[in-house]
């Protein structure tokens, strides 16, 4: 266990968004919701600011309407005039970038929660960026510790911010909060209350930090990407398998090599041929199938988290 102690900057401006995909529909509740009535996400020490992601995907109940805006947010698209074939996400993303930004600026944001739901079986997932997002992985152990409802996963993408593409990469700590499984384009009261009861504990977390409290060095397990894994390609460019009936739902469950992951069409088991143990996340998740990937690929590693403390 690391015993250094890090000081970080207290956390002032905070976001709360959702209907990044429009047809997640418990994000763009919340978030409709709290833009009536904000009450909820006020604290000592910060009134978090609600907003919906892609009102127009929202309101037509699908992913997007052009493109998908959690692609949008890289700087060559921040950066470029508009024209009049420029797709309304792309639009938006300058909107929102300008406001919670912008991106790669001395004083963006200093927290943004994105609310999202998947069809993986997969309870809560906190994604963040990489594991020296201090301020992201106490978060996460605070929810782990403090959410009673689903048991916590912490996956890092390791997407670098001047890279990536997604909302998250405009502020200072970005977080996605996803919960599963969600069917999409379906409102539950179970994922409505579920994802409400997480946001508000991440803002408790939140509060306590910026009122001094020193959070204390942990260690913790989280799953770490390494790849996807990709659905095998017939001549015509189309997938030839899905996802086999014994790995469907073990979303964070070890894969051997051997075991079977995939089925072709024409009924034959297709292995897993790594090298080692997967634990597969966002199986079979609509996202996926759009890249014709089965899952992601993550490794489970051990990681030591220094104590920390807001700098006075």
Same mark, same amino acid.
């Given at each position: ?12 401006? #905070? ?10 529909l418990?994000? #763009?509740y ?10 909820? %996400?006020?604290?000592? $020490? ?5 907003? %919906? #992601? ?16 959690? $692609?949008?947010f %890289? ?14 996400e ?13 991106? =790669? ?5 200093? %927290? ?16 963040? @960026? ?8 106490h ?17 890092l ?5 001047? $890279? ?8 200072r ?12 384009? $379906? ?7 579920? /994802?409400q009861?997480?946001?508000k504990?991440?803002? @408790?977390?939140? @509060? ?11 260690? /913790? ?12 390609i ?25 075991d079977?992951i995939?089925?072709?069409?024409? =009924?034959?088991?297709i ?42």
């Open positions: 266990m690391t015993s250094k102690s890090v000081s970080l900057k207290p956390v002032t401006k #905070v976001a709360v968004s959702g209907g990044t995909s429009g047809n997640k418990a994000g #763009v919340l978030a409709k919701k709290w833009l009536k009535d904000p009450s909820e %996400l006020q604290r000592q $020490t910060f009134n978090a600011t609600p907003f %919906l #992601v892609n009102p127009r995907a929202a309101k037509a109940m699908v992913r997007f309407t052009e493109k998908d805006i959690n $692609t949008c %890289l700087e060559s698209i921040l950066s470029a005039p508009d024209t009049e074939d420029t797709p309304y792309e639009k938006r993303a300058k909107e929102i970038n300008l406001i919670f930004g912008p991106k =790669g600026s001395p004083n963006p944001y200093d %927290l943004l929660l994105d609310m999202h739901s998947t069809p993986s079986n997969m309870g809560v997932t906190i994604i963040l @960026d990489n594991a020296e997002n201090y301020l992201g992985m978060l996460a152990h605070y929810v782990q510790n403090n959410f009673p409802f689903l048991k916590t996963h912490i996956y993408s390791m997407v670098p911010k001047n $890279t990536s593409g997604k909302i998250t990469s405009i502020v700590c970005g977080i996605t909060l996803e919960i599963g499984p969600v069917n999409v384009e $379906t409102l539950t009261a179970d994922a409505f209350n579920y /994802t009861n997480l946001v504990c991440c803002l @408790d977390f939140t @509060d306590k930090f910026n009122q001094g409290v020193t959070f204390p060095a942990f260690e /913790t397990e989280a799953y770490q990407y390494f790849g996807l894994q990709d659905y095998p017939d001549a015509d460019r189309e997938m030839s398998a899905m996802v086999h009936r014994k790995l469907q739902g073990k979303d964070y469950l070890p894969q051997k090599p051997g079977p995939l089925l072709s069409f024409d =009924g034959k088991t292995p897993y041929n790594g090298d080692r143990a997967v634990y597969p996340i966002f199986i079979n998740d609509p996202a996926m199938t759009s890249k014709k990937a089965a899952f992601v690929k993550t490794d489970k590693l051990k990681f030591s988290i220094p104590a920390i403390r807001a700098r006075k």
